[in-house]
C-alpha cells in the first residue's frame, strides 16, 4: 500500500526505495538450503522467475527495479514464527533488522535468519546488473552484515500476534522517512487500518 503511494507522489515521498513480498525472504531461504545442502552454488541460485522478477520490478506489487534504488525494504521470518522488517542498505552493504518482539529469539537464531540475505543478496545485487548500472558502487560478492538495534525500536505487546504488523507499518514508516512515533497499543488500531486498506485496494 504504502509502495502505491510512493508512486503516486513522487513529489512527496522518497523514491529510491522498494518493497519486496514475503515470497522473496521464502525463495532466499529455500535457495540458501540449496547452496548448504550442495545442490545449489551461491552464484547460481536465482535461476528462480520470483527472485528475477523482484529485482528486475517485474512482479505485481514490486514496480521498481533493484537498479534504481539505494535500499529495498525485506520481510523475513525468523523460526518460522516470527516477522521482521529488514533495510537492506546498498552502498552500505548493511541489513538493519526492525524487531518489534526482541526477547523472542536469541540473536544466534536471529543471525541465522539473515544468513540467506547477508550471503546471497550480494549475488542477487551482481546478477542483476545492480552493481554494473549503479557504477558508484563496488562489485562485490562477499556476505553483507546486519545489525538489530534494540534502542528506539517500538514493541509490540507480548502474546498480541502483531510482529507481522509491526513489520508493515516499520517498513511504511522508513519509507515514508517518518519517526517510530508508535507503540504496543497501536496494534488493534493498525490491524483494522490494514484491514480497511485492503478491502479498499480490492475494490479498486
Given at each position: 500500500m504504502v509502495a502505491h503511494r510512493q508512486l503516486a507522489l513522487p513529489s512527496i515521498i522518497?523514491?529510491?526505495?522498494?518493497?519486496?513480498?514475503?515470497?522473496?525472504?521464502?525463495?532466499?531461504?529455500?535457495?540458501?538450503?540449496?547452496?548448504?545442502?550442495?545442490?545449489?552454488?551461491?552464484?547460481?541460485?536465482?535461476d528462480s522467475v520470483d527472485i528475477e522478477q523482484h529485482v528486475m520490478g517485474d512482479r505485481e506489487g514490486?514496480?521498481?527495479?533493484?537498479?534504481?534504488?539505494?535500499?529495498?525494504?525485506?520481510?523475513?521470518?525468523?523460526?518460522?514464527?516470527?516477522?521482521?522488517?529488514?533495510?537492506?542498505?546498498?552502498?552500505?552493504r548493511k541489513i538493519t533488522v526492525y524487531d518489534s518482539l526482541p526477547s523472542a529469539h536469541s540473536e544466534v537464531e536471529i543471525k541465522e535468519a539473515m544468513q540467506p540475505l547477508c550471503i546471497l543478496l550480494?549475488?542477487?545485487?551482481?546478477?542483476?546488473?545492480?552493481?554494473?548500472?549503479?557504477?558508484?558502487?563496488?562489485?562485490n560478492t562477499s556476505p553483507f552484515n546486519y545489525i538489530r538495534p534494540l534502542e528506539g525500536i517500538p514493541h509490540q505487546a507480548p502474546e498480541s500476534g502483531d510482529c507481522g504488523i509491526f513489520t508493515l507499518k516499520f517498513i511504511e514508516y522508513l519509507g515514508l522517512g517518518r519517526p517510530f512515533d508508535f507503540g504496543p497499543e497501536h496494534g488493534p488500531l493498525f490491524r483494522r487500518k490494514i484491514a480497511v486498506d485492503l478491502f479498499v485496494n480490492e475494490l479498486l
Open positions: 522518497p523514491q529510491r526505495w522498494t518493497i519486496a513480498s514475503t515470497h522473496l525472504y521464502s525463495s532466499l531461504a529455500y535457495a540458501f538450503q540449496g547452496v548448504q545442502d550442495g545442490v545449489l552454488e551461491e552464484g547460481t541460485f536465482y514490486v514496480r521498481r527495479a533493484w537498479t534504481t534504488v539505494d535500499i529495498i525494504y525485506i520481510p523475513a521470518r525468523v523460526c518460522k514464527d516470527h516477522w521482521v522488517a529488514c533495510a537492506v542498505n546498498i552502498s552500505d550480494p549475488h542477487l545485487l551482481h546478477h542483476g546488473r545492480v552493481y554494473m548500472e549503479q557504477t558508484d558502487l563496488e562489485d
